[in-house]
């Protein structure tokens, strides 16, 4: 019995891609500007990579997480906003909490601590508004060494000309607003260390400061608008130059849809986002250069037919590789979707969008894109002649 092989495409397709040209590029006009106004009033969901916060992961000492229950109590703490989801397996859990500003609520959650770790009647206040300074009061008085250890307990380290000479029973930490709320990140870590502490371990934190996150930022828009710029060039030098302008209008309009996506579905963008949004531009531009193959060669090798009729037979003739190509990875895709859990799930949900946007720009935005820039398959008949007649 002979095996006949399988087919996603019947042979000789003739779909009219090129005759949907026209709502084609007034649908995808239409969502760029909506993503475009989604991200400038709604804006991305910024993860702590760039907008700067603390992260936490725990894990349950006996049995699973129990999102509902440690979002109560750690919402409870006062450290503002907070979100938590699985991370890995269900014992595990990712506590991600907002970018502490150092106000009185981080003093307040300082005093919690320190009569938690230290004993009652600890008092923690702010000191003058002009500075970031903050004011221990112990409820006895205490050598230099002992204040040492005390303030230790909330995160701060005394330096030697701060510390109390003789005993007293107050002391005073110098620091400026900036310091005081680099500092409000450690008391948040702690206040959550000391409320779940009885159920869950503490496995890591990470934080991430205002000023690392603007230079993530500015290193990731850099990084972007680097690749799209080698991608460009490379496509308008092996390419003419309605090819390179096609291939770039594509892609900015695969990576702008992206960003709509990221906000419709409020969806972390950390640098793991932006890792997807930059292999979507290599994946859409990979697409794009195998039906530009096609385009170049028919129009050598077909002298007489028209552009449209050209654009769509050379679509038609590259549609079963390009379906088995993308399906491929759709599938792999969906794969992580389904079963990488939140670490990843960003990346896959981009990925999986750019897999679809990247195929139907490759018809309908690049290609259509060559009708309107009024590419003639004659310049390169005349340079098929001039060749030939350079040979004889």
């Given at each position: 019995m002979l095996w006949k092989p399988l087919h996603l495409v019947p042979a000789g397709t003739k779909f009219d891609f090129l005759g949907k040209r026209r709502f084609a590029l007034i649908a995808s006009t239409a969502v760029n500007i909506i993503s475009l106004l989604a991200v400038f009033f709604i804006g991305l969901n910024f993860g702590i990579d760039f907008k700067g916060g603390i992260a936490i992961q725990v894990r349950a000492k006996e049995g699973p997480a129990h999102l509902d229950n440690l979002r109560s109590v750690v919402g409870g703490?006062?450290?503002?906003?907070?979100?938590?989801?699985?991370?890995?397996?269900?014992?595990?859990?990712?506590?991600?909490?907002?970018r502490q500003d150092g106000g009185p609520q981080c003093v307040a959650g300082?005093?919690?601590?320190?009569?938690?770790?230290?004993?009652?009647?600890?008092?923690?206040?702010?000191?003058?508004?002009?500075?970031?300074?903050?004011?221990?009061?112990?409820?006895?008085?205490?050598?230099?060494?002992?204040?040492?250890?005390?303030?230790?307990?909330?995160?701060?380290?005394?330096?030697?000309?701060?510390?109390?000479?003789?005993?007293?029973?107050?002391?005073?930490?110098?620091?400026?607003?900036?310091?005081?709320?680099?500092?409000?990140?450690?008391?948040?870590?702690?206040?959550?260390?000391?409320?779940?502490?009885?159920?869950?371990?503490?496995?890591?934190?990470?934080?991430?400061?205002?000023?690392?996150?603007?230079?993530?930022?500015?290193?990731?828009?850099?990084?972007?608008?680097?690749?799209?710029?080698?991608?460009?060039?490379?496509?308008?030098?092996?390419?003419?130059?309605?090819?390179?302008?096609?291939?770039?209008?594509?892609?900015?309009?695969?990576?702008?849809?992206?960003?709509?996506?990221?906000?419709?579905?409020?969806?972390?963008?950390?640098?793991?986002?932006?890792?997807?949004?930059?292999?979507?531009?290599?994946?859409?531009?990979?697409?794009?250069?195998?039906?530009?193959?096609?385009v170049r060669e028919n129009m050598r090798r077909y002298k007489k037919m028209g552009l449209i009729e050209l654009l769509n037979f050379s679509i038609n003739e590259a549609l079963a590789r390009t379906l088995m190509t993308s399906v491929t990875v759709f599938v792999a895709v969906l794969s992580l979707v389904l079963f990488a859990g939140p670490v990843l799930y960003s990346f896959s949900v981009a990925m999986l969008w750019g897999i679809v946007v990247g195929t139907y720009s490759s018809i309908w935005i690049a290609c259509a894109g060559l009708v309107y820039m009024n590419l003639r398959p004659e310049q390169f008949r005349h340079e098929d002649e001039k060749a030939e007649k350079a040979k004889a």
């Open positions: 703490l006062g450290v503002g906003e907070v979100s938590l989801q699985e991370f890995g397996d269900p014992t595990t859990a990712l506590i991600r909490i907002q300082a005093q919690r601590i320190m009569q938690s770790r230290a004993g009652e009647g600890w008092q923690v206040k702010p000191g003058a508004p002009e500075t970031g300074d903050v004011e221990f009061t112990a409820p006895r008085p205490l050598d230099g060494a002992n204040w040492r250890d005390a303030v230790s307990r909330v995160g701060l380290t005394i330096l030697d000309r701060q510390l109390p000479r003789g005993n007293t029973p107050t002391a005073k930490v110098e620091m400026t607003h900036e310091q005081r709320a680099e500092w409000c990140q450690q008391v948040a870590i702690k206040l959550v260390e000391d409320a779940i502490e009885a159920k869950y371990d503490l496995r890591g934190t990470e934080s991430v400061g205002p000023k690392i996150g603007d230079e993530l930022m500015h290193g990731g828009i850099l990084a972007a608008l680097a690749t799209m710029a080698a991608i460009v060039i490379y496509v308008w030098i092996r390419y003419e130059w309605q090819f390179g302008v096609g291939a770039l209008i594509a892609m900015l309009h695969d990576l702008i849809s992206t960003l709509g996506i990221f906000v419709l579905f409020q969806l972390d963008f950390s640098l793991t986002a932006l890792a997807a949004v930059l292999t979507i531009a290599g994946y859409s531009i990979n697409d794009k250069v195998v039906i530009f193959d096609r």
